[in-house]
């Protein structure tokens, strides 16, 4: 079974870039028909996509999102990565990392979680 396990900073300063890394075992991020997504939750409020890197490299983006949104990966190192830039009060969420197949069209694993906070 693929594991996920998001890192990065919990606070981050207004205007500042939020940088979530994403680290996969137990299988391949260039597996075919695997989009590598990142999702967030806002405290009190529903889930929110902010876009994959797919399998073959290619990237989508939330278009709320998309002029703030940078998604990469390492192939060598089996993971990938979110930039959010320009952080504001309204970003403050629970980021997870989730492994979704694109033909079936279902998520199928998830990273636990990990909570940003954005503050001075």
């Known amino acids: 079974q693929v594991q996920l396990q998001e890192s990065g900073p919990g606070l981050v300063k207004p205007s500042q870039t939020l940088s979530l890394t994403c680290a996969v075992s137990?299988?391949?991020?260039?597996?075919?028909?695997?989009?590598w997504s990142w999702i967030r939750q806002p405290p009190g409020k529903g889930l929110e996509w902010i876009g994959y890197i797919a399998y073959n490299g290619n990237t989508y983006y939330n278009p709320s999102l998309k002029s703030r949104t940078s998604i990469a990966r390492d192939t060598s190192k089996n993971q990938f990565t979110l930039q959010l830039s320009s952080v504001t009060p309204e970003d403050p969420a629970v980021y997870y990392c989730a492994k979704y197949h694109c033909e079936g069209r279902y998520l199928e694993d998830w990273g636990q979680g990990t909570l940003v906070t954005v503050s001075s």
């Open positions: 137990g299988g391949s991020i260039t597996t075919d028909y695997y989009y």
